[in-house]
């Protein structure tokens, strides 16, 4: 029969069909109804009700009836790349009036330079991945993009901050906030529209029992396979045999340099270290490995973005010490206080200290700064006072670490993994209290947050032997979406029994998320706990979402590291 003979009969009984499926759907709440794929046409007005802000959204988006989420969503990233561009031409010629800006002014405009050029790199990136592919990514590929569109929101909030702050002397606000304010609406639907079609409603889920210990090794000894004339090097120096131990999975060096402080290896500084490094390494080739001999560096460390997969092994904590005193009272900006400062993709320490000796007087002193995806610092120690740690952005692990400080002495918009780490609160002045974190996730669709696993929390020696009543919390929310977890970490009585501090009145309390999960300690009552819409105690299930294997995908990236770790709950 020929297939056209019947048109109208067809339509008919479609149509008849159509709406009965309508009125149903209507009616009984069928969940399915309601369901629809990414790739089916829906208005601008409707997908733009899946973002933070509709009509916003609306005003950007082409006014279509016929896109579906990854025509929508491509556009936003286009238009989200154009914007940067133009934001980045702002910022020069601004720059090019220094001459009429205070110091803290352009220390200001250069840190959002900085931030504005990673966030064009980092859309560049997503536009290859959305413009290649019109399905849901794998698990991998999705967690990748949603890093680097989370980052470009951070990075853009950071630059409003530093702007805010300086703002009372000048006039370059009033030219940035505007620009600031729509940038920040355009990443966030262009965030929330790549959430929606490309990332899977479900990742892998981290099992509930322990994942497998990579490399359950002690005091900071990595499994590193090198080449005869690099262990020769390597054994020369640091005195001490690689290790043996039997396993599949080795740390490929591809090659080593020597920093001493004599001058009878291959640097003196490690600056000069790392600008002998190789450029764009790729994670297949190895690391570049920096050896850093015992002693006190007296200087400011920045690891820049093209130094990839750079290893800094070092003789141990307090032996081998970073140090610096940048602090905000000095003049510097919270983001480029840090003594060490580190934005290459790959990046791992070993056995190192690193220090701010500002003191709680200077007010906010970063020790580190890292805003390096897929970093990774074991046996380290970080040490400072207000704002110690500076988990900027991007995908981080901490793997028996130390750190010491005051007031949100951890801080910062990474997805951030701390494990086997111990904190360790200082006296502040006589007018502070004591906040180990205070995350700053601005946007619900960011895939960051701190994850605190299996720690150790207990006062530093100042404080303990301090006659002052300190108050001293799990941390405040510094900005909206707040969010932190401690699970099975030990709390000593030191932590208030409310657990957790305001920021400002009721700002974030209910759109913030804290938990706290099977944690052990006189600190660890939850019975008094604050009871913010946003705070909750948690059960394995939901602890499970911020483990090693779910909340960073870390079994995809740290095997290479050789650095110990597990993937699930203990």
């Given at each position: 029969?020929?297939?056209?003979?019947?048109?109208?009969?067809?339509?008919?009984?479609?149509?008849?069909?159509?709406?009965?499926?309508?009125?149903?759907?209507?009616?009984?709440?069928?969940?399915?109804?309601?369901?629809?794929?990414?790739?089916?046409?829906?208005?601008?007005?409707?997908?733009?009700?899946?973002?933070?802000?509709?009509?916003?959204?609306?005003?950007?988006?082409?006014?279509?009836?016929?896109?579906?989420?990854?025509?929508?969503?491509?556009?936003?990233?286009?238009?989200?790349?154009?914007?940067?561009?133009?934001?980045?031409?702002l910022i020069d010629k601004y720059l090019l009036r220094s001459s009429t800006l205070t110091p803290?002014?352009?220390?200001?405009?250069?840190?959002?330079?900085?931030?504005?050029?990673?966030?064009?790199?980092?859309?560049?990136?997503?536009?290859?991945?959305?413009?290649?592919?019109?399905?849901?990514?794998?698990?991998?590929?999705?967690?990748?993009?949603?890093?680097?569109?989370?980052?470009?929101?951070?990075?853009?909030?950071?630059?409003?901050?530093?702007?805010?702050?300086?703002?009372?002397?000048?006039?370059?606000?009033?030219?940035?906030?505007?620009?600031?304010?729509?940038?920040?609406?355009?990443?966030?639907?262009?965030?929330?529209?790549?959430?929606?079609?490309?990332?899977?409603?479900?990742?892998?889920?981290?099992?509930?029992k322990p994942g497998r210990t990579r490399f359950a090794l002690q005091n900071g000894k990595l499994?590193?396979?090198?080449?005869?004339?690099?262990?020769?090097?390597?054994?020369?120096?640091?005195?001490?045999?690689?290790?043996?131990?039997?396993?599949?999975?080795?740390?490929?060096?591809?090659?080593?340099?020597?920093?001493?402080?004599?001058?009878?290896?291959?640097?003196?500084?490690?600056?000069?270290?790392?600008?002998?490094?190789?450029?764009?390494?790729?994670?297949?080739?190895?690391?570049?490995?920096?050896?850093?001999?015992?002693?006190?560096?007296?200087?400011?460390?920045?690891?820049?973005?093209?130094?990839?997969?750079?290893?800094?092994?070092?003789?141990?904590?307090?032996?081998?010490?970073?140090?610096?005193?940048?602090?905000?009272?000095?003049?510097?900006?919270?983001?480029?206080?840090?003594?060490?400062?580190?934005?290459?993709?790959?990046?791992?320490?070993?056995?190192?200290?690193?220090?701010?000796?500002?003191?709680?007087?200077?007010?906010?002193?970063?020790?580190?700064?890292?805003?390096?995806?897929?970093?990774?610092?074991?046996?380290?120690?970080?040490?400072?006072?207000?704002?110690?740690?500076?988990?900027?952005?991007?995908?981080?692990?901490?793997?028996?670490?130390?750190?010491?400080?005051?007031?949100?002495?951890?801080?910062?918009?990474?997805?951030?993994?701390?494990?086997?780490?111990?904190?360790?609160?200082?006296?502040?002045?006589?007018?502070?209290?004591?906040?180990?974190?205070?995350?700053?996730?601005?946007?619900?669709?960011?895939?960051?947050?701190?994850?605190?696993?299996?720690?150790?929390?207990?006062?530093?020696?100042?404080?303990?032997?301090?006659?002052?009543?300190?108050?001293?919390?799990?941390?405040?929310?510094?900005?909206?979406?707040?969010?932190?977890?401690?699970?099975?970490?030990?709390?000593?009585?030191?932590?208030?029994?409310?657990?957790?501090?305001?920021?400002?009145?009721?700002?974030?309390?209910?759109?913030?998320?804290?938990?706290?999960?099977?944690?052990?300690?006189?600190?660890?009552?939850?019975?008094?706990?604050?009871?913010?819409?946003?705070?909750?105690?948690?059960?394995?299930?939901?602890?499970?979402?911020?483990?090693?294997?779910?909340?960073?995908?870390?079994?995809?990236?740290?095997?290479?590291?050789?650095?110990?770790?597990?993937?699930?709950?203990?």
């Amino acid at each position: 029969m020929n297939s056209t003979a019947m048109p109208s009969k067809l339509f008919f009984f479609s149509s008849i069909f159509t709406l009965f499926f309508f009125v149903f759907c209507l009616f009984a709440s069928v969940p399915s109804c309601a369901d629809t794929s990414p790739s089916d046409p829906v208005s601008t007005t409707t997908i733009c009700k899946s973002t933070p802000y509709p009509s916003f959204c609306k005003s950007v988006l082409p006014n279509n009836s016929s896109g579906n989420v990854y025509d929508y969503g491509r556009f936003s990233v286009r238009k989200s790349l154009s914007s940067a561009n133009k934001f980045l031409s702002l910022i020069d010629k601004y720059l090019l009036r220094s001459s009429t800006l205070t110091p803290s002014a352009i220390a200001a405009l250069q840190d959002c330079r900085f931030l504005a050029q990673l966030n064009i790199d980092f859309l560049l990136s997503s536009g290859q991945t959305v413009n290649s592919t019109a399905s849901t990514l794998p698990d991998t590929k999705a967690d990748d993009v949603q890093t680097m569109l989370s980052a470009i929101l951070t990075n853009i909030q950071t630059c409003f901050d530093g702007i805010q702050v300086t703002a009372s002397a000048w006039s370059v606000k009033n030219g940035l906030s505007a620009p600031i304010a729509n940038d920040t609406k355009l990443f966030s639907v262009s965030l929330a529209l790549f959430t929606k079609g490309w990332v899977p409603k479900k990742k892998k889920n981290a099992s509930k029992k322990p994942g497998r210990t990579r490399f359950a090794l002690q005091n900071g000894k990595l499994p590193l396979k090198m080449s005869e004339r690099q262990k020769a090097i390597y054994e020369s120096v640091s005195n001490r045999k690689l290790l043996q131990e039997s396993v599949s999975e080795q740390v490929l060096v591809s090659d080593i340099v020597v920093v001493r402080q004599d001058g009878s290896q291959n640097f003196t500084t490690i600056n000069d270290a790392v600008a002998a490094a190789p450029n764009n390494t790729k994670a297949a080739n190895g690391y570049f490995l920096i050896y850093v001999t015992a002693g006190v560096y007296e200087e400011y460390v920045s690891i820049p973005k093209n130094k990839k997969y750079l290893m800094m092994i070092g003789d141990g904590i307090n032996q081998t010490v970073i140090t610096g005193n940048h602090s905000y009272v000095d003049g510097w900006t919270t983001f480029n206080s840090a003594t060490f400062a580190v934005v290459a993709q790959g990046f791992v320490a070993v056995n190192m200290t690193f220090r701010n000796t500002a003191g709680a007087i200077k007010h906010q002193a970063v020790a580190v700064r890292s805003g390096a995806d897929l970093s990774t610092f074991y046996f380290c120690s970080f040490e400072g006072y207000q704002d110690t740690l500076y988990v900027h952005s991007l995908r981080q692990f901490y793997r028996d670490c130390d750190i010491y400080g005051t007031v949100d002495f951890i801080f910062g918009n990474a997805a951030v993994v701390f494990q086997n780490c111990n904190m360790h609160p200082r006296l502040p002045m006589s007018n502070q209290f004591n906040a180990i974190t205070a995350q700053g996730r601005t946007d619900p669709n960011q895939n960051t947050g701190i994850s605190i696993e299996n720690c150790t929390i207990r006062a530093a020696d100042d404080l303990a032997s301090s006659s002052l009543t300190i108050k001293t919390y799990l941390g405040r929310p510094w900005k909206e979406y707040s969010r932190t977890v401690y699970m099975q970490s030990f709390m000593d009585r030191l932590i208030d029994p409310a657990g957790w501090s305001e920021w400002s009145g009721d700002f974030a309390l209910s759109t913030l998320y804290y938990a706290e999960f099977n944690n052990t300690g006189p600190g660890s009552d939850t019975s008094k706990r604050v009871t913010w819409a946003g705070y909750h105690v948690i059960n394995a299930t939901n602890a499970a979402n911020f483990t090693v294997s779910n909340f960073l995908l870390g079994d995809d990236w740290l095997p290479p590291t050789g650095v110990p770790y597990y993937g699930g709950l203990l």
